[in-house]
């Protein structure tokens, strides 16, 4: 037999995006359930970092103080390193932005905070163990979704549903929403080690070697994750070198690590592989569902802006579904707030995938002459201030006016 939930909103994924947004919304009052097909939020190399504008807004949410109380880094500088000299920093402590530091929170840690706050309003649920199996529609209207969990078949009827089930979401798929996947030329490979000691853990530094380039990004308590590129589908070429290939790669890239990495990383099981493309969603919903994080606007791991969208599409999301479920006419109302929310989101989401690309074009130059040119760009972006705080605002800081921010109720403390 199966169970059936009635609610205001379903969302599909409890990601940063889907927890987000389900937070806000139940804060204002509304019933949310989040279906999540994971027992647990561990999962490997997701991202950590949290940029200065989504602190602010996790801030307003009512979970940064919770976050701290348990282990944050605060991240000072960017350092960047071309053909082992330096070439680019940037101090974070100069922008100019309502919080100026990025910071690095483990994952499991985010999404369990932001669950502990959203369980304190009594219209959040959130089923683990939950792997949705497809919509319910009606009259072309999504207005639900079928799903398995441990006790069996459920359904959970709502009006409006919430695809955040990231970047290969099947919640698109099964909506028929069009998508266009532009891969990069290169994949990453990643694994973690410990900070060397001449490195300060409140730094992230990117190391380029020709057309080779990693990302050491800090993470708590003194470890620093490693990312460096390999060709597409280039995986079983590099390991069918050995390991001795991955220990030699970083010896040319960042050699303080090259001792840390042949302990920590003796055997590929050590490592990841993130299949690094981007993807364009033309619509993100249609009659009766929306699309939130990674699902609407899939970006690259490049100056880290993945999580930081999928916050602010959560904060940006929850007021305008809040607005539309307390006004008549509530299907159409809901509608129109998934047609703004991705006109409103759309340009920033844009301006951020621009901006990767093109550093990515950067970094895997292969001509002599543009490598002289690149080292030359980044020194004199370096030497003139003023270009470089425009630069680094504007990746940072999402314009005020796409969130509400005033209309987020803070969540309370549980002593309060």
Not at 51 to 76: K, N
Not at 143 to 169: F, K, Q
Not at 290 to 317: K, R, S
Request: proline share 7%.
């Amino acid at each position: 037999m199966t169970e059936t939930i009635t609610t205001d909103v379903c969302v599909v994924g409890g990601g940063p995006a889907g927890l987000t947004f389900a937070l806000a919304l139940a804060a204002r009052g509304h019933r949310v359930v989040v279906l999540e097909k994971s027992r647990t939020f561990e999962r490997s190399f997701r991202g950590e970092s949290i940029a200065p504008d989504s602190v602010w807004l996790l801030e307003r949410l009512g979970v940064l103080d919770a976050l701290r109380a348990q282990r944050i880094l605060d991240v000072r500088r960017m350092e960047l390193r071309d053909a082992g000299r330096p070439v680019l920093r940037v101090d974070f402590d100069s922008l100019a932005q309502p919080a100026r530091l990025p910071v690095e929170v483990p994952q499991p840690m985010l999404l369990g905070t932001l669950t502990e706050a959203a369980e304190r309003h009594p219209g959040f649920t959130l089923l683990r163990q939950t792997a949705v199996t497809g919509l319910v529609e009606q009259d072309g209207r999504v207005c639900g979704v079928d799903a398995t969990t441990e006790r069996g078949p459920l359904r959970v009827r709502a009006r409006l549903t919430v695809g955040a089930d990231g970047r290969y979401s099947r919640v698109r798929e099964w909506a028929g929403l069009p998508y266009r996947k532009i891969p990069l030329g290169r994949d990453f490979l990643w694994f973690v080690a410990p900070c060397p000691p001449e490195w300060t853990n409140d730094t992230y530094r990117i190391r380029i070697s020709g057309s080779q380039h990693a990302m050491c990004i800090p993470t708590y308590p003194d470890l620093v994750r490693v990312g460096f590129n390999i060709p597409k589908n280039g995986l079983r070429e590099l390991r069918a070198q050995g390991i001795g290939a991955l220990h030699a790669r970083i010896d040319e890239l960042a050699p303080e690590l090259s001792d840390a990495v042949r302990e920590a990383v003796p055997s590929w099981s050590e490592t990841a592989l993130l299949e690094i493309f981007t993807g364009v969603v033309p619509r993100w919903g249609r009659p009766g569902l929306a699309l939130l994080g990674d699902a609407a606007h899939t970006l690259t791991p490049v100056l880290a802006q993945g999580i930081n969208h999928a916050i602010i599409d959560g904060m940006t999301f929850a007021p305008m579904v809040g607005h539309a479920l307390a006004a008549a006419g509530v299907d159409q109302r809901l509608d129109e707030a998934t047609a703004e929310f991705q006109r409103m989101r759309e340009p920033s989401v844009a301006r951020a995938r621009g901006l990767q690309l093109r550093q990515e074009k950067l970094f895997a130059l292969a001509s002599p002459l543009a490598q002289a040119l690149r080292r030359t760009v980044y020194r004199l972006v370096d030497h003139t201030p003023p270009l470089k705080r425009r630069i680094w605002t504007g990746l940072y800081q999402t314009p005020i006016g796409e969130v509400d921010h005033q209309d987020v109720p803070a969540v309370p403390h549980p002593a309060g």
